[in-house]
C-alpha cells in the first residue's frame, strides 16, 4: 500500500513538473515569436522624436513595422523611401517647414526617416485628430481623406465610416492592430526594468 502511495505521489509530481514546465516553454515561445515577428528596433530614436512630436512609441513602431518591416534601404514601387516609407515630394515640404534641406536619399538613414515620418504623423494627428484617419492620410494621402470625410457615402458627422480604397482600408486595421502589439511589448518591457 505504501509503495503503491509513493508511486501515486511520485507520478503526480512527475505531471506537476511536466505541466509547469509546458507553460514555460509556451511563454518563451509566446515571447521569441513576439521578438521575431514584432521587433523593437531604433528604439532610441523612436523615444527621441516620440517625445519631441508627441507620438507613442508604440505608434511610430507600428508604421515602421507596416510600412518597411524595418528595412532601412526599403523603396516602394512609387518611390516611397526608407523606414517610414516618406515620398520624397512630402519630405521636401516638411524639410521647409523646418528650415533644413537634405537630399532625398538621406530617407535611408534611420534617424532622417524616423524624424520626419513622426513629424508628419504629428502633423497629419493635428489636421484630423484621430489616429485611424492620420493612418488612412499617410496611406492614401490628405485629400483623399479629406474628400472622403466630406462625402455622406463614406462618413458622418466627421467619423469616417468606410474607406473605399482596400488597400488603405487593410492598412489601417494591420497598423491598429501592430500598435497594439507594440503597446503591450513597451509595456512589459517597462515593467521589467
Known amino acids: 500500500m505504501k509503495k503503491s502511495y509513493i508511486t501515486l505521489v511520485a507520478i503526480l509530481f512527475l505531471i506537476t513538473l511536466l505541466c509547469i514546465l509546458l507553460t514555460i516553454a509556451s511563454r518563451v515561445e509566446h515571447e521569441v515569436k513576439e521578438k521575431v515577428y514584432y521587433p523593437v528596433k531604433y528604439l ?9 512630436y508627441d507620438v507613442e512609441p508604440s505608434v511610430i513602431l507600428a508604421v515602421i513595422k507596416c510600412e518597411s518591416n524595418f528595412n ?4 516602394s514601387s512609387v518611390g516611397a523611401m526608407g523606414l517610414m516609407q516618406m515620398m520624397p515630394n512630402t519630405f521636401y515640404d516638411i524639410q521647409h517647414r523646418l528650415s533644413e534641406e537634405y537630399d532625398e536619399e538621406m530617407l535611408f538613414d534611420p534617424e532622417t526617416s524616423i524624424k520626419y515620418g513622426t513629424y508628419y504623423l504629428r502633423y497629419l494627428y493635428n ?34 465610416l468606410v474607406i473605399p480604397f482596400a488597400e488603405t482600408d487593410n492598412y ?9 502589439e507594440y503597446k503591450k511589448i513597451l509595456s512589459e518591457e517597462e515593467n521589467h526594468e
Not at 532610441?44 to 519631441?52: F, L, N, P, Q, T
Not at 532601412?72 to 523603396?75: I, R, S
Not at 489601417?172 to 497594439?180: A, G, P, Q, S
Open 127 to 160: 489636421i484630423f485628430g484621430d489616429w485611424e484617419l492620420v493612418f488612412a492620410a499617410y496611406n492614401a494621402g490628405m485629400g483623399n481623406v479629406s474628400n472622403w470625410l466630406k462625402n455622406d457615402e463614406y462618413s458622418k458627422d466627421g467619423k469616417l
Open 172 to 180: 489601417v486595421k494591420k497598423v491598429l492592430d501592430t500598435e497594439k
Open 44 to 52: 532610441d530614436i523612436v523615444e527621441k522624436y516620440s517625445v519631441e
Open 72 to 75: 532601412c534601404e526599403a523603396k
